[in-house]
């Protein structure tokens, strides 16, 4: 028969309190999904989709983002931009800008990385990343993917929309 240590009954009460107390939750995480139909004014039918993720920081001070695509010819920029659904608005921040496009086919991480405040630009120069969730809360922000083949004309097909192939609102 085993007898109960009391000098250790304090870290044993302290332990199983720590086990029943529920995760921190993880830090605030928005998603954008997009496709060609997403596009403003006119819908592109483009193979080429993509994801958006951004995660805020622990100190609200910055956002990590991943920006992978599938099946998309010649990215050549990646931003995010103030706008509802159903309009275009300003770019706000960079996330992918290639001196030349990505030539053909590319599937997988886009662009990955970091930002802060002084990253914002546009019409959101000198705003805090506060201001940039409220917007993205208030449904006011999206994602786009840009193309060129670097050939006129513009626009003249998957891998040729320089105004952006694929779109997402960031939810």
């Known amino acids: 028969m085993h ?12 332990a199983l309190t720590l086990a029943a107390l529920p995760a921190q939750a993880a830090e605030p995480t928005f998603t954008a999904e997009l496709t060609g139909s997403a596009n403003v004014p006119d819908p ?18 910055s956002i990590a983002y991943v920006l992978t695509v ?8 990646g931003d ?10 300003p770019l ?19 662009a990955q990385g970091k930002f802060d405040a002084s990253d914002l630009t546009g019409a959101m120069t000198g ?3 506060n201001d940039l969730l409220e917007e993205i809360r208030a449904g006011n922000a999206y994602v786009n993917v840009h193309t060129n083949d670097g050939m006129d004309p513009p626009n ?9 192939e694929i ?5």
Do not use: C, M
Not at 70 to 77: H, L, M
């Open 127 to 129: 705003a805090s990343i």
């Open 92 to 110: 706000v921040v960079k996330l992918f800008h290639a001196g030349t496009p990505k030539k053909g086919k590319f599937s997988g991480v886009l």
């Open 44 to 61: 592109i039918k483009t193979p080429a989709s993509g994801l958006l993720e951004l995660t805020l920081s622990a100190n609200g001070q």
């Open 70 to 77: 599938t099946d998309i010819e010649n990215a050549a920029e």
């Open 3 to 14: 007898t109960l240590n009391r000098s250790l009954l304090p870290l044993a009460v302290a």
């Open 167 to 171: 779109r997402g609102q960031i939810k």
């Open 80 to 89: 995010i931009h103030l706008g509802p659904a159903i309009a275009n608005g």
């Open 156 to 164: 003249s097909g998957p891998g040729d929309y320089r105004l952006g």
